[in-house]
C-alpha cells in the first residue's frame, strides 16, 4: 500500500512537471508572436491543471504521512515532494505573470529588439535550468542538481543586464506614458523569469537534500 501511494505521488509529480515544461513552451511561442489568442487560453488552461494538482499533491502528502509514518530516505522523499510542487506551482504563478506581461508589451519596437534578445537568452536559461532540476529530481541525480544551481549566476546576470539595457535606451528620452509602460514590463518579465530560476535552483537544492540528507539552501554549504 505504501509503495501504491509512492507511485500515485510520482504520477501526479510527472504531470505537474509536464505542465509546468508545456508553459514554458507558451511563453517561448509569446515571446515570439503575442497576438494569437489560443495561447493565452491554453496558458490559462495549464495554470488551472498546475494549481489543481498542487493541492492533490499536498493533500497526498499528508494522507502518506498520517496513514503510514514513513521513515527515514522515504520521509525525506515525500518531504522532497511537497517541496518541489510548492516551487513548481509558483513557477507557473510567475509564468502566466510574464505571459500576461507579454500580452500588453510592443514586440514590434524598435527599442525592444536589444531587450528581446536578452528575454530570449534568459528564458533558454531557465528553461534549460527547470528541465534538468526536474530530471535530478526524477532520476536522484545530485550532480545534475549542483549543475542547475551553478547556472543560476547566469540568470542573475542577465537580469541585471536588462536593467542597464533599459537605462541605455531610456535614460536619455523623455518618455511617453507608452514607454513607461513599457519599461515596467520588460522589467516585471525579466524579475518574473530570474525568480524562475531561483525556483529551478530550489528544486535542485532539494534534490541534493533528497540524494545527500544535506540542506544546502541559504547557501549552508555544511
Known amino acids: 500500500m505504501k509503495q501504491k501511494q509512492l507511485e500515485i505521488l510520482l504520477h501526479d509529480f510527472e504531470l505537474l512537471s509536464k505542465t509546468a515544461l508545456l508553459q514554458l513552451q507558451i511563453v517561448t511561442k509569446v515571446l515570439t508572436d503575442n497576438a494569437n489568442a489560443a495561447l493565452y487560453e491554453d496558458a490559462e488552461s495549464n495554470e488551472i491543471i498546475i494549481d489543481r ?5 499536498r ?9 503510514f509514518t514513513p521513515k527515514a530516505s522515504d520521509l525525506r522523499k515525500i518531504i522532497t515532494y511537497q517541496d518541489i510542487t510548492t516551487n513548481l506551482e509558483r513557477v507557473g504563478d510567475m509564468l502566466l505573470n510574464v505571459i500576461y506581461f507579454l500580452r500588453e508589451t510592443d ?7 536589444p531587450i528581446k534578445k536578452l528575454l530570449q ?9 527547470l528541465r534538468k532540476a526536474i530530471i535530478s529530481f526524477s532520476n536522484e541525480d545530485s550532480y545534475t542538481a549542483y549543475q542547475v544551481i551553478e547556472e543560476d549566476d547566469k540568470v542573475d546576470a542577465l537580469f541585471h543586464r536588462s536593467g542597464i539595457l533599459l537605462q541605455d535606451i531610456y ?3 523623455e518618455l511617453t506614458k507608452k514607454e513607461i509602460i ?6 516585471s518579465i525579466a524579475h ?8 529551478a535552483t530550489n528544486i535542485a537544492e532539494s534534490t541534493v537534500y ?9 547557501g549552508n554549504k555544511e
Open 171 to 173: 535614460a536619455s528620452k
Open 192 to 199: 518574473n523569469l530570474e525568480r524562475v530560476g531561483d525556483s
Open 59 to 67: 493533500e497526498e502528502v499528508v494522507f502518506t504521512v498520517f496513514k
Open 182 to 187: 513599457q519599461i515596467i514590463n520588460v522589467n
Open 121 to 129: 537568452d534568459m528564458l533558454q536559461y531557465v528553461s534549460e535550468m
Open 53 to 57: 494538482l498542487e493541492i492533490k499533491i
Open 210 to 218: 533528497l540524494t545527500e540528507g544535506k540542506d544546502i539552501r541559504h
Open 107 to 113: 514586440l514590434s519596437s524598435s527599442d525592444f529588439v
